[in-house]
């Protein structure tokens, strides 16, 4: 649509100059070059957020919507939320239904999307079946964050994950976080950040998400004795949009921000208490 409206006559004569409709694709790397030789790529303008329905997702779509650093947000899911559920930067979000399984369709790189939010996830009792629950959890994830990605531009992937993500773990939930976790470094994004908290606390409805943290917690997986034992969701919300905003190298000491190197892939990764201080920071 958008390369219909660029079909333009200049001039009616004598010579009928039309300009070629550029695939909006190579419009956004063009836009991107001319602001890499400017230098100013570290001021991220869009976002993409991917799990917008769910528990974190919901509160990190207004905080995204709020924040007065993007010009446009996009929520893709098989659900969007309704716009009169949305109360302040209506305005500036895109919403679009996507299949899952037919990513290829689903014009992902078009927005050129500066940071691609994901909160994405479920679990095995909502899925239904360990196969499921991988499918959604993990593969939908990836390809989702896959598809977005604009070779050569500069962009920046937050993912929230879970504290005792561990790709070779032997529990499911674990498993499938640390393996998704692995899979999303590798996608090739200029800058990769992990959250990993711990309990999420304030839920709106009761999730076996909760209930799957505490049994994390008490099997161990916790293992940074010095994390709190949970975060509220508006907390981790406005921790996970700041780091999109800063970006790894922008963020404060206090969040704690270390890299992981695992598999030939690196993230920064970003537990429990740094989420807590990042979350709790008043600017931005
Ligand atoms: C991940 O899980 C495996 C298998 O249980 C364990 O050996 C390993 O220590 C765990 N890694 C971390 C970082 O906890």
Redesign the pocket.
Known sequence: MSSLRQSKYLYRSPVIVKVIPFPSLLICTLIANINNLKNRMSVPKTALIFGATGQTGRVLLRELLASSEFTKVGEYGRNVTPKSDIAVGKDKLEQKVINFDKLDEAGLQEGCWDVVYITLGTTKKNAGSAEAFEKIDRDYVISAAKAARVPNQEQRLVYLSSA?A?????FLY?RSK?QTEIGLAKLGYSDTIIFRPAMLLGAKREESRVAESIFATITG?L?RVSDSIGIQIPVLAKAISRAGILGSSGLPANAKASTVNQDAAAFTLISNDGALALGATADK
């Open positions: 005792g561990n790709a070779s773990s032997s674990m640390g997986a293992t």
